[in-house]
């Protein structure tokens, strides 16, 4: 029996993480985009080569990694650099993806979450799945969240919810949506979680 594929996205601080970790307990595989992304621009990353090529040795740290924070402020004034950065990252991302996906079904895992934060962004994973997990909660939430764990301005949280994919274009996108604003208990998202899964024989 062919394993279902499931993207799984949410905007920042929504709770998208959480929701994957609880589908892993339920016995799905999850492919993380993001810690792909985080490995491929990584020390001796598959990405560094061509980053060097397209943007200097500015752009490297001493330890042969990306050098995030001035990726990032470029990418906040430079759009073109945020797109150029992606034409690197993503296809690497893409095949590392595939890959686990691939390995998963292979153990017999009957249910593949691709964990991708701008998955509505993209528009290269609809074509890959059987439906879309949306995570969804009001950008008040996301900011207090992010502030929270990242020690993060109000500021630069809304400057990155800002980048995003709006609210309504996520859940625009969803086939199922999991509400998660800050009246939800862990324990009332685990409980939702669950229904999800049992959707996919989990």
Not at 88 to 114: D, N, T, W, Y
Not at 120 to 135: K, M, N, Q
Not at 144 to 154: D, E, I, K, P
Not at 167 to 195: E, H, M
């Amino acid at each position: 029996m062919r394993a279902a594929r499931i993207g799984l996205t949410g905007g920042i601080g929504s709770g998208k993480s959480t929701v994957g970790q609880l589908l892993c307990v339920a016995g799905a595989a999850l492919v993380d985009a993001d810690q792909i992304a985080r490995d491929v621009t990584g020390s001796g990353g598959a990405a560094i080569a061509a980053i060097h090529a397209a943007f200097g040795a500015d752009f490297i740290d001493a330890l042969g990694a990306l050098d995030r924070e001035k990726m990032r402020a470029l990418a906040f004034t430079r759009p073109d650099a945020r797109s150029r950065l992606e034409s690197i990252v993503h296809p690497l991302v893409g095949l590392q993806s595939e890959k686990q996906a691939q390995e998963a079904a292979s153990r017999g895992c009957p249910l593949i979450v691709f964990d991708v934060p701008l998955l509505v962004e993209s528009g290269r994973w609809a074509r890959r799945l059987d439906a879309v997990i949306v995570v969804d909660c009001d950008a008040d939430t996301q900011v207090m969240r992010v502030m929270q764990r990242n020690s993060l301005t109000a500021e630069v949280v809304r400057n990155i919810i800002a980048s995003q994919a709006t609210r309504s274009a996520r859940r625009a996108a969803a086939d199922i949506l999991v509400a998660n604003g800050r009246d939800r208990s862990l324990t009332q998202l685990a409980g939702d979680v669950s229904q999800v899964a049992a959707l996919f024989g989990l």
